[in-house]
């Protein structure tokens, strides 16, 4: 059987383009041969609709589209499987839609899959709106049977996960005892490591069934999330057969009954490469689906800024990133140097607004209201929330997204301002921590030195007043991040971090600045994710709750508390 692999990119909502991704894909596969032309889960709608699935007007929208698809397959010479939304037809009780496939042919509805395993971890809550499917969908195509699933259908293998969370796996059920080839489509976000699961989970389904297993991904950004694609066909021996590449869309045609002819070496990118490769994605399909014509954000001299707009230039052009130095008197001339620098490396464009006289006239009218008290962080604030209005003032002039450059490390311990560095349409590095922004920053470099090396040499500060680091707040970074992992992504307890060698007190510490700035976490811009754990979607804490951690001694104020 030949099959064709269709990776495509789907906006949530565009379904007339949608549909003709999928049309064009389905004449291409036609003419290459291909018997079945394989889309990935929810393609036709796009991923993840979220609570647009309470909106009848959207599921009619969809359902037309469908209609659309199948009419317009009745030219089209080969079999077409697709992911979408069906209404149930029984609403009396349980939820209203199905997360579906369906496979059409020759103008008409063959068979239908309904997605069985509902994810409600992380970022998915895919039980809020779908009702599940019964088991796997299995269905003859040219002359052969096959099994259909959806993602999450084929993550509940007692040989592979030491924990399973389902009670049951739908492929032991259906091909256990009748082993057949299993289609896979899916809508699996990027996270490091995930591509590396994946891909061994499935290998270990096709050599323990002694099956063919053909895995379609979606790939693109949507919101936060980034699809990477990387889609791909294993056969019974658990060989590589073909793999797309990450991160683009690819069609690939494979022939199951003669994998011989199309053995692969499995590709291995580096882990900080794959990252680099999701934000540049999810950069330009935020910018290209939302609609922005250019992005702007605000060049401090730092890493931060550095690497935000790297991502930015590559992302959608240098023409379209504006770059803006807003210096007071507490920023280093070297700083400025470093940051103009930045932007002729890349050859984006930039303003220069000084915000001294703006900062001083906040002090002159605010004289009689801070009562003559010392001054303290409402100073530092305040410039930062000059810049965030400056970069907002350019936003809404000219259209511009606002890019926030804030890390995972001063997200996670409140080391930024609300209203001020917060500021933004999209915060594209959110998700890494500072050890991570540097990696990044040297693998940037690899090529030449884009970033200025004193960027990646100096020690990081603010700048909002006189001699100022990051340490004089934080703990070394080398330090707060394992911490940080530990806690949010690891889900590590107190004693099991201090049992990791790190001092009771500085865990402690840390551990309350992250409880204690949800709040702001909750008003912050989304973020492109790219860990197993990040703020936003996937994360959802009480802002308002008891302190779980006793602090011995008082920790310096990063800003609002």
Known sequence: MKISLHQINSTIGDFSGNVDKILDGARRARDSGAELAVFPELCLVGYPPLDLLENREFIGMARKALEALIAATAEIDLDVLIGTVLPREDTSEGKPLYNAAVLIRGGRVVTTHRKILLPTYDVFDENRHFEPGAGLTTVEISGGMVALSICEDVWNDKTYWKRRIYHFDPVEETLGADPMPLINIAASPFSQGK?????EMLTNIARRFKIPVVYVNLVGGNDSLVFDGGSFVIDREGRTVAMAEGYTEQMLVVDIDRPHEHFIARPRAENIAQVHSALVLG??????????????LGLSGGIDSAITAVIAAEAIGSDRVLGVLMPSDFTSDESMADAADLAANLGIETKTIPIMSIY???????????????????????????????????????????LSTGNKSELATGYCTLYGDMSGGLAVISDLYKGEVYQLARFMNRQGKVIPERVLTKEPSA???????????????????PILKAYIEDHKTHSEIVAD??????????????EG???KRQQAAPGLKVSWKAFGLGRRY???KAKMFLVSEPWPVTDDQ
Do not use: W
């Not at 591509?195 to 891909?199: E, F, M, P, T």
């Open 195 to 199: 591509a590396s699961l994946r891909y």
């Open 283 to 296: 950069l330009r399909d935020y910018v290209r689906k939302c609609g922005f014509p250019s992005a702007v």
């Open 360 to 402: 001083r006239q906040y002090l002159s009218d605010l004289e009689e209201s801070l009562e003559g008290l010392p001054g303290d962080v409402t100073e530092e604030n305040i410039q930062a929330r000059i810049r965030g209005n400056i970069l907002m003032a350019l936003s809404n002039r000219f259209g511009h997204l606002v």
């Open 463 to 481: 700048e909002l007043r006189p001699g100022q680091k990051d340490s004089d707040f934080l703990p070394p970074y080398e330090t707060l991040d």
């Open 501 to 514: 060698g790190f001092p009771p007190d500085l865990v402690t510490r840390v551990l309350n600045m992250v």
């Open 517 to 519: 700035n949800e709040y």
């Open 542 to 544: 009480p802002i308002a």
